[in-house]
T-cell receptor, first 114, second 111 residues
């Protein structure tokens, strides 16, 4: 496989459930990102990891918990989500952590909170 | 005022037309400018990348930056139905600053 792969593609969960989103990149990049994309709104950066270290946390609620075990894998653990958290969650990677580096995106996980 | 403004559209044009997509911004420190294309049910993909002012051409696509007016454009010549997508602009001053994104313009090319 090449590029950035996200699983699952779709997820429906109740507000009390716990689930995890997975992202894997096969590009040899050192930085990985989580974004939230809502309809007609700009992409919202959530977290940045550079060489497995978290370098950015954009005041994201604690019900979202990221994990980066190595430079190729990124997880987003979800618990006690709210209906307004329904959105497309995109993972991206880049060669380095400078945000002027082009970012390569996965196709996202469409999350629906009941 | 948003840092980056982008008309959400949709913009609908006939096949073969020249398309102009635009973003305006407020931060004069922005130096890196990108255009991403996002097809339905797909992630964004980088289309054009420019540094500072000027034009950059790649096939049917031309990216233009006017820093004096704080305005960037993406032109698509000989537009095709396969160009139908949402186009996102993104920019930043460089270094450790985050990319700032526009909300995207939905483009529809009618056969």
């Amino acid at each position: 496989e090449t590029g950035v792969t996200q699983t699952p593609r779709h997820l429906v969960m109740g507000m009390t459930n716990k689930k995890s989103l997975k992202c894997e990149q096969h590009l040899g990049h050192n930085a990985m990102y989580w974004y939230k994309q809502s309809a007609k709104k700009p992409l919202e950066l959530m977290f940045v990891y550079n060489f497995k270290e978290q370098t950015e946390n954009n005041s994201v609620p604690s019900r979202f918990s990221p994990e980066c075990p190595n430079s190729s894998h990124l997880f987003l653990h979800l618990h006690t989500l709210q209906p307004e958290d329904s959105a497309l969650y995109l993972c991206a990677s880049s060669i380095g952590g400078d945000s002027n580096q082009p970012q390569h995106f996965g196709d996202g996980t469409r999350l629906s909170i009941l | 005022q948003k840092e980056v403004e982008q008309d959400p559209g949709p913009l609908s044009v006939p096949e073969g037309a020249i398309v102009s997509l635009n973003c305006t911004y407020s931060n004069s420190a922005f130096q890196y400018f990108m255009w991403y294309r996002q097809y339905s049910r797909k992630g964004p993909e980088l289309l054009m990348y420019t540094y500072s002012s000027g034009n950059k051409e790649d096939g049917r696509f031309t990216a233009q930056v006017d820093k004096s007016s704080k305005y960037i454009s993406l032109f698509i010549r000989d537009s095709q139905p396969s160009d139908s997508a949402t186009y996102l602009c993104a920019m930043n001053p460089g270094g450790n600053y985050q990319l700032i994104w526009g909300a995207g313009t939905k483009l529809i090319i009618k056969p």
